[in-house]
């Protein structure tokens, strides 16, 4: 290396390369651009939870970390306490594990739900086939083509979702939708695990199996679920929200197939010999077609009040209150069976999904179906998914008069309940006295 | 990615080559030659560096707008202490880097044998002892400004509010991992602007929650020109309350109810007809037919507003993202209340909501 | 005491140890100087791979790591960083650079290594407690390593590890897991425990070189004729010494609210996660930060004064110029440890204490830039007039001496209260406490560990592989560093995992881009340091007593100084900073060599 003088044409040398590098690295500036082709949809290897555990009464909450039904693979797990055993108990009949099945019979469904849903990076429902049609307005519409219009399940707007679903919401509720994401275990009360069709809060009117409808989802979106780690997400754009929503119905769909399917393996193979049936890509296809015709159903349905109240004056909203007392306390309703001493005495249950909850204490002032009338409304009168509410009205779809009077007197009375001056007013006069 | 790797790989080499381009007799052993080099380095290291903070202004990678009353004070200490801290290091580095070029060893000189002087030394204790005094006595006011509220404290000796210091509460309750505002009804507030005295009540009880409160997430309506006073709550862990529009930032602590102000200076957003949309400006036109003064809104992405946390509160800090919107009128504020009202009352419709 | 244990030291001299007596289970000062050495530079080494894993995320947030993904967030995480890993990851990252980087290679490498040998004393005064000193570090090493394997991950909370997200339990009973996040379990337990352990280290340490350096000096030794290093090591004892029971307190408070569920730092409100509440408690959450401070802000001066005592050194040397105003230099070093005291409150502005305490906080704080500030003018009078040999260990020095001023100087931006508001956790402190501890401490380290060398393993580093590394170094340091500064301008709060979620920082992105490469460059550049280090150990050239020809004690003994360090003990006659003496032929005249006939006595030395 030869020693040479300083020199200004040195400096220049360096700049020249230096600051084209620089501007790159400046234009470098990458972010989220979507999951990878190469990622695929995991196949599901936690147990499922096919039946209630309504007779498995835990005592607490479970503690993070790890989801109670996860606790049934480290059976020596000191971590959930007495409450572990309860579940044990249920192994086999109302908790069935999809990994006691072959392998190859697991690697066909991996093929078929990939045939049916894609990749992350390329999201579709996809249900063609010719027995998969429905009736509309007198023609023959596929299934197809009615999830790409009424749901706007089409592959744009799915991909738009997956990638937004990528950077808000995968670290809670993981790549399937299965609410295992890395922060997810950590968070009580845990991301809804969306593989078992069920959403907890609808406006829908379906009697068996119901759906939310996409406005439900929204909401959710929307207003965050206070109370829960679930933050509001208002304030991205409308159409980001809508992409998002179709890209959870998607997983929904997605993983309840998964889920019926494995259930049905999980019987055959319980019985020997095994009886004849479809092959797997073909059982897939059959579920995710009932499955979205309910997601359709869904849609068109919504529970609607027949006579929303006008309270003129606080007096009178004190006297629906008290009305809705005497609905509360009716023996054949039931309220405080459940919500023991307004619920804050109320017992720990399982609900669908195998996590720990607790019917509502009225006295915390808190909503996580959202706290507005018509949306407790709507939880009243359908009920709440998943988490054994019972609906009050007889048939949601056609609610009687005095069944909404009813419902309206009780939302009058389940809102005075968190503040004080309002009972104290609601005890002299009327009587009625709320410890 | 892969262009990651490749691009991290192209700027060794960038580097690799410039240093060798710039400093081969420099990093030979040898006592010999090409010794001011390094003064080159620390010098071009050293002005790039000062150089960059007018470049970065120039780029807008700078102080966010500033909108409310104190901020203008905050920005000016700001840049006082910019032109301070930029005239010593300019000075300090010029001297630095001459002092490199100048004496690199050589055999034919030898240094100056001083243990120092107590003249020098004493001027450059004095001078910046006396410079950092100022400074530092100068900025009590703005400080006590913005965190001790004087304005609040005389209205509550006072018993009263006066009206041109009538102001808005709001209480906000920071949780994991969002922010959840809690607003006195469009009666309440009414009442309050009528008389100074009742709302001093309040803000001695910190706002106690009410059947008939407005409930928002993650945004905070306030009205241009009126103190906002802000009860900030936290559920879990601290969270910090960052407004850095209005230079505004405070934890909010488990267990207190902490409270902060801020007045804006300026509205960011209107009533279209559908929704209230912020990201706009009010700017003063021409005189119109009738020779008055009018003012019209014209888009502006500066006014787009955001409500940020800033101390560490778990998985989704960055992400606790809220806007403030600041409206024009006291009018503009109650027609947004009473619809935000309305849309917490809801008993039929099951519209979709945004805003 | 010490006496006797220094006469056993001396007469064990002559025997042959085994390996493991002389080489592990060592109670000489100078094996014990370089174990902390080499455990300092592999945990540099941890502590910088997981910054990387920070940088990566801000420079692509969001974007798949190439191969690595895939291995770490297999299965439902979507092969993507989450943020709980991230969190552990920038909070291991500071926790690991401060407790088992800086301060054990600053204090523990440097100090051991150093004090006795620049004082001219055999030992440390209490050699055992020296070995005991270095085996504290590794019970800590282990727990915060371990911590990597626990359920939930390591500490998440921020080295800080402020309450309530850090010490929220569960009822008793629920296990030692958080409700607040998946760090704060077991993993945040590890970490309170590892750093009990570092702080015993510690305080067995500063209590040695506060007896050492007060006892043990050679004769003609006196305080005012100590080298710079051995007045910056004694003040940073005594500051250790004071401050870290403070620390030992606060780490003991919570790690009983996490363990057998105390309620230090509960509010009496309690507090509520989703379904899971604390139940009420009877404690405060803010003074774990009156607790922490206490001692982590003269922990920062910790971090530095040791490093500045260095490059006075190594910058007279190679000046081959006196010192100058060697007494003020002491003084300002003595004047930062004191006020350094009283200044905790100004991490603490936006926290909701009293805001009028503040301004007293403020005050202090920005007068402590005074004695900084006379310190820099001091290493710029000592270079003026000077002849400058631009070894490794010089740049390094001199680096540090540019870099200090860029963090002293941005450090009254948020001593600034009213500025603070708008600064406080943003970049900008991210920015500075980098150029304090990355720019200052780290190249004064490298600038001691380069000129030490010779002595430490009696061999040579290669110059023109050090010069390559430091130009590196520096140039990449700062592409990483100073940007920081303007991101702070901008108002990007530190900490975020996501920064591109906000409006009016998403266009400042560019620059995380940049700082992340650049974090790269220098990363791979420490490459270089490292084979250099190792490879000099074994087949660096030989060096002699005294390669760069400097005055003070340690160079008069052999390259490495056997079992006892000198020859015969050394007599000291004047200060260490004698270079270039009118009227003699050699530039430097030894602290321990008689005064040369005809050459003046200067006054007062």
New interface residues.
Partial sequence: MIARRPSGRNFLRMLLVTLPAAITCLLLAGCDDGYDVSILYTPRTDWLVVESLKDVVPTRYDPPGMLPVETLDHADSTLFGPDQKLLLSKKGTSLLDPRLLPFGTRGELVLALRDLAGRPAHPKIDISGDKFMVEEKGNRVSVNSLLEKELKLDTKTLEQGSMLYRSNCLHCHGLDGDGRGPTGHWINPHPRDYRQGIFKFASSAQVANRKPRREDLKRVLVNGIEGTTMPSFHLLKDEELEALVSYIIHLSIRGEAEFAVLQELIADAQQSPPPPSDPIILRVRNKADEIARSWLEAQKTEIKPIKPPEYKSEDERLASAARGYKVYSDKNVACAGCHLNYGRDAAFRYDAWGTIVKPRNFFSNMYRGGRRPIEVYWRIAGGINGADMAPFAKNPAAITPEEDAQIWDLISFLNTLPYPEKRQELKDKYGIEVK | MIKFAIFSILTIAVAAFGLYALFPAALKPSPEGGRKRWAYLFGIVLLLEALAFPFAAMMGWWLPKSVSTFSGGIDLLFNIILAVTGVTFVGVGIIFTYVLFKYPADPNRKSWYTHGSHKLEMVWTAVPAVLLFVLAIAQIPAWLEVKNMGWLRDALQAGEVKPENRFLQVEITARQWEWRMRYPSPQHIEQWNQDGKTVLNDVRLKMPARPDDVRTVNEIHCVKGQKCLVHLKTMDVIHSFFLPQMRLKQDALPGKTIPVWFEPTEANCYFDGKEWKDGIRLERSMPGSDGKDKEVWVPDERNVWELACAEYCGARHSLMRGKLYVHNTQEDFLAWLKKAEADNQLTSIPQTEKK | MSESTTHDVGHEHHHEMSFIKKYIFSEDHKIIGIQFLFTGLIMFLVGGILALGVRTQL??????I?ILGKLL?P??????M????Y?MLFTMHASVMIFFVIIPLLTGAFGNFLIPLMIGAKDMAFPKLNMLSYWFMWPALITILISFTV??GAGA??WTA????AS?T?PS???Y??????GS?IGQILWLVSLLFVGVSSMAGSVNYITTIINLRAAGMTMFRMPLTVWAMFITAILQAFALPVLTVALSLQLLDKTIGTTFFL???G??????TTGPGGG???LWQHLFWFYSHPAVYIMILPAMGMVSDIITVF??????????MVLAIAGIAGLGFIVWGHHMF???MD??L??GF??AT??I??PS??K???W??T????????TTPM?NA??F??MF??GG??G??M?????D??I???YFIVAHIHYVLFMSSVFGIFAGITFWYPKMFGRMMN??WG??HF??T???A?CTF??M???G???T????????????IH????????IS??A??MG?AQLIFLANFFYSLFWGPKADRNPWKSNTLEWTAPSPPPHGNYDAPPIVFRGP?E????GMEE?HLPQSLPQPSGVPV?VG?
């Fill in positions: 420079g692509w947030p969001g974007q798949e190439p967030f299965g439902s995480q979507g092969h993507k989450g943020p709980d890993f969190n359920d939930g909370s921020g402020y309450p309530t997200i929220s569960m009973g629920m296990g897991r958080s409700p607040a996040q998946p379990g509010p009496p409100t507090l509520t996660f989703g379904n899971w405060q959450p803010l000046a081959r110029k006196p010192l100058f105003g060697y007494k003020p936006q926290s909701g805001p009028r503040g301004t403020m005050v920005i007068m830039a005074l500030a006379v820099t003018f001091n710029l009078g270079l003026y007039q000077s002849n400058i040999h631009f740049l001199l680096a001496v540019a001023v860029i100087l941005s009254i931006f001593a600034a209260t009213p500025v508001i708008f406080h956790d943003t110059e023109r010069k390559i130009a590196i520096f140039i990449a700062n100073y940007p500064h303007i991101l301008v901008g108002g709060p530190r900490r975020y995992f996501e920064p591109t979620s906000f409006d009016w266009h400042m992105q560019p620059i995380n881009t940049f490469i650049s790269f460059v791979l900073y270079y270039c003496v009118p530039d200067p030395h």
